[in-house]
């Protein structure tokens, strides 16, 4: 694993808590889907970029 994945991979982990955070008081997104979203949402702009 080089570098810059093992960094995308801290990014995506912090981005998928954030998004279980935020998904938690709205009734029809459940934390684990915000997770799913924050985490996705992060590794499609760290591939857009590289």
Do not use: D, N, Q, S
């Amino acid at each position: 694993m080089t570098e810059a994945e093992k960094a995308l991979t801290k990014k995506m982990a912090v981005a998928a808590g954030i998004g279980a955070l935020i998904a938690i008081p709205v009734p029809f997104v459940g934390p684990v889907i915000g997770a799913l979203a924050g985490a996705g949402i992060t590794y499609f702009r760290a591939k857009k970029r590289g």
